[in-house]
Structure formats: structure tokens, C-alpha cells
């Protein structure tokens, strides 16, 4: 059985306890992109703030035309939803799988889900010593051993920062006849030509790929998630359970403009790559500190000494800085942490703390 995922830092619960204030605290457990939202989508929400008193459109036809162009789908195989976890949910409940496939570590509430329709988990472990890489000649024996009906996973991985390539999961869709439910909330943070699979929805039915603008456009407060299927199926049922204007107006304005925004997508990109590259290089001069490679906007490491995450995280809070302690996922123990990429000035904070405290 998984260990209780919490979900990162409550900032509240933490300003309370420690006396500081909401803004003095450098939360590097959330995953969300330091550079802020696009400028260009909060310039033409700030003008359409009276629209507040207008309904949305409620086929979401710009929006939609919108994430078509900037996916490469096809835009009558988008899905809208209030954050990725609702259509995550949606289909696999859709799905009902009896037998179903996890990644360990994986984000916690795949698992919750697939409880709550008693579906049989499976787990396909990543091993330490493989770097939490995922072997796709093995996952393919096991899907096809084990009957598995349902295949999730995020790509790139959290908390491992572990991905595969589009070929690698179109070589999984050929071999298997399993669905795969593929969550790419963090993909945008790598190079998407290599590595998003939606341009494998138009040939391939049995695949459902989920994506949000809470951790890259740094956007969580307006809820918009969104599904990309070809399936017939799955659109014809997700059309019927579907809610009359289910996103809100300022989701649907600030989307149509972010989708398009393609200078603070590249800006975006950079940054956490760079920032990336540095803080790995860093922190790996560390003796004490194994870290592993990330392709997420945000990095796994091992303590190697006596000393426990929990440990290092309660005296970086003395400065206000949170990372995220990942003994609440299945498959790591109390050595493991993870942070995620901020602005330069907190970025190098964090790295003379921790070189500090090891």
C-alpha cells in the first residue's frame, strides 16, 4: 500500500508556526514555474474584466482553436476540465480497469483513484540503481503478463524527473493492447518534438493524454485542465457527463492567450533548463548528496550520510526555504528530497544552505 502523498507544503500552516510571513517563504515543494504567468494573457484579462457578467461561450470554440494549434491536436479531440485531476479521474472511472499498471514512485493520486473502483494496482518499481529509468521492453512483458487493462503515468515522472520519448511510448501502444492514460502536466519543461505523445492520439484510440497550466504558465488558481483522445468512446461519454460552462470566462480568456504566447513559452523553457543544469551541478559537488537527473522543473536526491530529509528540511525552514521531503511516496525512504527550480537569488540560497548544513 502507497504512503499517504500530501501534496507538498502548506504555506499557511508554515507562516503560522514559524512567525514569517506568507511572502518571506521560498516554497521550492510546489513545482510551479518562478517566472509567473504570461504577461500577455493577465494584459488581456485585466481588459476583459467586465465580462464578468457574461456567460461563457459554452463550446469553448477559441479556447479550443487555441490549445489545437499549440498541441498539435485536433481540436475536436480536446477535453476541458477544472485541472488535470478531474479528467484523470473521469477516465478512469470511464476505463473501470481491473487490472491497472503504476509507476513507484508515481504521483499519489492515480492510486487513490484506482482504490476507489477496487481496481487490482500493479506496480512497476524504478530502481535506484537504474537511475529510476523505465525499462520499455519489461513494462511491455508485464502489461501483456498481467492483463493489464489501464497503464498510468506521468511523463516526465514525479518525483523521479524520469521521462520517455514519444517513440518509446508508441512502441508501448504497438505491443500492448493495455489503454495508457499519460499525464504530461511537467513535459512542457523539456523539449515536447522528443517527448509529448499527443501528437500520437490521432492514430492511436487507446491513448488519453492529460495537461494543466498550473506548474509551466504558473496559472493553478484558474483551474484549466485538459484530455486529448481520439477514442470515440471516450468522447462520446465525456460529452454527456460534460457540465454547461465548466470553465470559468477568465480561464477561457487567460487560455486563448498563454496557448499563444510563444516568446514567454521559449523564455520559460530556457530558464528552467539553465537553472536546472546549474543547481544539478551544484548540488552534485555535494559528498553527502546523490542527485539524480530531472527533465521536470524539478530535481530528486538522496541524502547518503546519517542525516534524513526530514532533517534538512526542518533547518532550511528556519530560513524559509521548503523542499519537499519524499518518504510519503511509495518506493523512496526518509533519505529522499526533492525542490523544485525558483528565481537565480533563491536558487543559489537554497544551494549554500544545503551545502551548509551537509
Known amino acids: 500500500m ?23 517563504i521560498r516554497d521550492f515543494s510546489s513545482n510551479i514555474n518562478p517566472l509567473g504567468p504570461s504577461k500577455l494573457a493577465i494584459e488581456k484579462l485585466s481588459e476583459n474584466l467586465n465580462l464578468v457578467t457574461t456567460y461563457p461561450d459554452p463550446g469553448y470554440i477559441d479556447l479550443k482553436n487555441s490549445l489545437s494549434q499549440y498541441v498539435n491536436s485536433n481540436s475536436e479531440d480536446i477535453f476541458l476540465g477544472s485541472g488535470t485531476t478531474e479528467l484523470l479521474r473521469e477516465y478512469i472511472y ?6 491497472s499498471l503504476l509507476l513507484s514512485p508515481c504521483y499519489s493520486e492515480y492510486e487513490n483513484e484506482l482504490k476507489k473502483i477496487n481496481s487490482n494496482i500493479h506496480y512497476y518499481n524504478l530502481k535506484e540503481e537504474n537511475n529510476f529509468e523505465i525499462n520499455v521492453e519489461e513494462i511491455i512483458q508485464f502489461i501483456n503478463v498481467n ?35 499519460l499525464d504530461e502536466t511537467y513535459v512542457e519543461f523539456t523539449d515536447t518534438k522528443i517527448y509529448s505523445s499527443v501528437p500520437l492520439t490521432k492514430k492511436y484510440e487507446n491513448l488519453f493524454v492529460t495537461r494543466g497550466v498550473s506548474k509551466f504558465f ?17 468522447k462520446e461519454e465525456f460529452s454527456k457527463k460534460e457540465m454547461l460552462w465548466n470553465i470559468n470566462i477568465f480561464a477561457d480568456i487567460m487560455g486563448q492567450y498563454m496557448f499563444k504566447d510563444f516568446k ?33 522543473n524539478f530535481v530528486l536526491c538522496k541524502i547518503t550520510n546519517e542525516k534524513t530529509a526530514q532533517e534538512l528540511r526542518n533547518k532550511l525552514l528556519k530560513s524559509a526555504l521548503v523542499i519537499r521531503d519524499c518518504s510519503s511516496f511509495l518506493g523512496l525512504s526518509e533519505k529522499y528530497f526533492r525542490f523544485c527550480i525558483l528565481d537565480l537569488e533563491d536558487n543559489r540560497k537554497l544551494i549554500n544552505k544545503i551545502k551548509e548544513i551537509m
Open 218 to 234: 504558473a496559472s493553478p488558481g484558474i483551474r484549466l485542465g485538459y484530455g486529448i483522445t481520439s477514442d470515440v468512446f471516450t
Open 94 to 99: 470511464l476505463v473501470n480497469p481491473k487490472n
Open 2 to 24: 502507497a504512503k499517504k502523498d500530501n501534496h507538498g507544503a502548506n504555506l499557511f500552516e508554515l507562516s503560522k508556526k514559524y512567525n514569517f510571513k506568507l511572502t518571506d
Open 147 to 181: 492483463n493489464i487493462n489501464l497503464l498510468i503515468f506521468a511523463n516526465p515522472n514525479n518525483p523521479t524527473g524520469t521521462i520517455l520519448t514519444k517513440d518509446s511510448v508508441e512502441k508501448i501502444l504497438k505491443s500492448t493492447s493495455t489503454k495508457i492514460l
Open 264 to 296: 514567454y513559452q521559449e523564455e520559460v523553457f530556457k530558464f528552467i533548463r539553465d537553472e536546472r543544469t546549474y543547481m544539478i551541478a551544484e548540488l552534485s559537488k555535494i559528498s553527502n548528496i546523490k542527485v539524480f537527473n530531472s527533465q521536470g
